[in-house]
């Protein structure tokens, strides 16, 4: 079965730092998502994209994240000056047509 | 998109069937109702999805009435592996995002 692999599994930073959450999309998928979950909280919506550009976006999602596909396989999340609050697992999803979704494993970004 | 309740937790035993409600008094005409399973420090996974009346697959079961204000999962002859946490979300298939409340935390004991 087609897989999301996100990379690296684990990440731990320090605060003020850049991150960048990587991801590969299923091949033949269009849609790209990012969420987070905040540990013992709800899976939060960030950005969606499509064609290359960003369809939606939440207002968690702020000037210091953005994303990329640089190269037309990996989809990737960075985060520009991490913050504490930060902290979270970064699910990555793609589809094909919009429904359903595959999700990733995510990546656990602990910021100290 | 369509506000969904749920319980919060369920608790079973191995080998039971459980059927987890959800409640979706103002669903739209376009929704479908979409059910995912998320275990720990993983990422959500996509179990089914139905309009109306009944849908199964090799997991589970989902049942929605002709007034569509609420569905029910069906899990068969649960075990220990399907501890994990349900959630009921009504998807417009226009939207490109799935908006995910608290869910159901279902624990099954031995």
């Known amino acids: 079965e087609p897989e999301v692999t996100q990379t690296p599994s684990h990440q731990v930073t320090q605060m003020g730092q850049e991150v960048i959450l990587r991801c590969v999309p299923i091949?033949?998928?269009?849609?790209f998502y990012w969420y987070r979950q905040i540990l013992g909280q709800k899976v939060e919506f960030l950005v969606s994209f499509y064609n290359n550009e960003i369809s939606e976006k939440s207002e968690i999602f702020d000037d210091q994240f953005s994303v990329e596909r640089p190269d037309g396989s990996n989809f990737t999340l960075k985060i520009r000056s991490t913050k504490l609050e930060d902290s979270a697992m970064y699910f990555c999803a793609s589809s094909e047509a919009q429904q359903p979704y595959t999700f990733g494993s995510g990546t656990r970004l602990t910021v100290v | 998109l369509a506000k969904t309740t749920q319980p919060i937790s369920m608790d079973s035993y191995e080998g039971q069937e459980v059927n987890i409600t959800c409640s979706h008094n103002n669903i739209a005409t376009n929704d479908y109702i979409t059910w995912y399973q998320q275990f720990p420090s993983q990422g959500p996974r996509f179990i089914i999805q139905?309009?109306?009346t009944k849908v199964t697959n090799e997991v589970a079961s989902l049942f929605i009435p002709a007034d569509r204000k609420s569905s029910t999962l069906s899990l068969p002859r649960v075990s220990l592996s399907d501890t994990a946490v349900y959630y009921c979300l009504g998807v417009d298939t226009g939207f490109q995002k799935l908006v995910f409340g608290t869910g159901t935390r279902l624990l099954v004991s031995p």
């Open positions: 091949s033949n998928h269009l849609y």
């Open positions: 139905g309009y109306k």
